[in-house]
T-cell receptor, first 113, second 112 residues
Framework: EAGVTQFPSHSVIEKGQTVTLRCDPI?????LYWYRRVMGKEIKFLLHFVKESKQDESGMPNNRFLAERTGGTYSTLKVQPAELEDSGVYFCASSQGSVYEQYFGPGTRLTVT | QKEVEQNSGPLSVPEGAIASLNCTYSDRVSQSFFWYRQYSGKSPELIMS????GDKEDGRFTAQLNKASQYVSLLIRDSQPSDSATYLCAVRPMDSSYKLIFGSGTRLLVRP
């Protein structure tokens, strides 16, 4: 069974540019989560999809971040416009149905210069 | 006060010893508890979940939960150099939410 995949693995952009991160969850997992870890801090929750619906977006930092999961399969996280403080590692995770165990992808390292 | 607290370490143990990793949490209504292992530059890997008070064993790993004292621990028996990694404690805070709140992690070093 393939794990959670994320693309790209690294992205370097300038302040003010737009970046789109993609996550493909484990096949059959209805729940998809986005987290991020900024330098020296804990991994922080951003949002939770159940299929294509946003179940919890309490962790989204501001309206420069837009997450979508059209069709309930893969998800994208767009940052527009990017700011320096957006630099960090963005993790995607998925879980099955009502199961709470979450499985993480390899992450996308975003650097905003 | 952080919601989930861990000693950053490093915790250094000799090969073959028992490594004991601790985590405390602030929200008394927290429901589910997880231990993840993260090697440098890699993704967090789920190694244990625990939901009820007491011990849960899986191979060389034992998770212990004490909800009254609000702590969860992870014991690694017969520690191996390959166990050297950062161990992250994660807590699901309430029944209505699936989000996880992470501690900052404890770095474990197993000396050959």
């Amino acid at each position: 069974e393939a794990g959670v995949t994320q693309f790209p693995s690294h992205s370097v952009i300038e302040k003010g540019q737009t970046v789109t991160l993609r996550c493909d969850p484990i096949s059959g997992h209805d729940n998809l989560y986005w987290y991020r870890r900024v330098m020296g801090k804990e991994i922080k929750f951003l949002l939770h999809f159940v299929k294509e619906s946003k179940q919890d977006e309490s962790g989204m930092p501001n309206n420069r971040f837009l997450a979508e999961r059209t069709g309930g399969t893969y998800s994208t996280l767009k940052v527009q416009p990017a700011e320096l403080e957006d630099s960090g590692v963005y993790f995607c995770a998925s879980s099955q149905g009502s199961v709470y165990e979450q499985y993480f992808g390899p992450g996308t390292r975003l650097t905003v210069t | 006060q952080k919601e989930v607290e861990q000693n950053s370490g490093p915790l250094s143990v000799p090969e073959g010893a028992i490594a004991s990793l601790n985590c405390t949490y602030s929200d008394r209504v927290s429901q589910s508890f997880f231990w993840y292992r993260q090697y440098s530059g890699k993704s967090p890997e789920l190694i244990m979940s625990i939901y009820s008070n007491g011990d849960k064993e899986d191979g060389r790993f034992t998770a212990q939960l004490n909800k009254a004292s609000q702590y969860v621990s992870l014991l690694i028996r017969d520690s191996q150099p390959s166990d050297s990694a950062t161990y992250l404690c994660a807590v699901r805070p309430m029944d209505s939410s699936y989000k996880l709140i992470f501690g900052s992690g404890t770095r474990l070093l197993v000396r050959p």
